[in-house]
């Protein structure tokens, strides 16, 4: 049974729930990265940073009591974040929240994932980006080397 699931936009009740993805998806995706933050400091960033003043968009699962269980972040031409609750993967939701992201950026994006995330660099890949940039970490806060991906129309 597939289950209904929409992509609006974030709004202030929903910054809890946006940090929980976040902090689930990076603790299951990347469990040899260390955080930078604490969980209260990163909910407190999507309260009064991300949720409020950035382009943030949540998928939330129409059964009741699943919520959001997806997010994206855009900051114009940049894709800064995309996570998805881990049992979420797989579903799709990725490839919803990259459609969105170009059809808001038509012009072409940009975002940075971790060297050691390879699923996303085949996932990003696959959605026609390309690696442009590789970094030893020292201009990211957890001191991880990282990738910039580009993806041009």
């Not at 049974?1 to 709004?11: N, P, S, W």
């Amino acid at each position: 049974m597939t289950e209904t699931v929409v992509l609006r936009r974030a709004v202030a009740a929903d910054a809890h729930a946006v940090a929980d993805v976040w902090l689930r998806s990076f603790a299951t995706a990347l469990p040899t990265v260390g955080r930078a933050h604490s969980d209260d400091e990163v909910r407190a960033y999507f309260r009064d940073v991300v949720v409020p003043l950035q382009e943030t968009w949540v998928a939330e699962a129409a059964d009741p009591g699943r919520g959001v269980v997806g997010m994206m972040v855009l900051d114009d031409d940049e894709l800064s974040q995309l996570y998805l609750a881990p049992d979420w993967r797989g579903r799709g939701l990725g490839d919803r929240f990259v459609a969105l992201a170009k059809e808001r950026s038509p012009q072409g994006l940009a975002l940075w994932t971790f060297q050691v995330n390879t699923p996303a660099h085949r996932f990003y890949e696959r959605h026609g980006f390309v690696a442009a940039e590789y970094t030893d970490g020292s201009g990211n806060e957890e001191r991880e080397p990282d990738v910039r991906y580009e993806w041009r129309p």
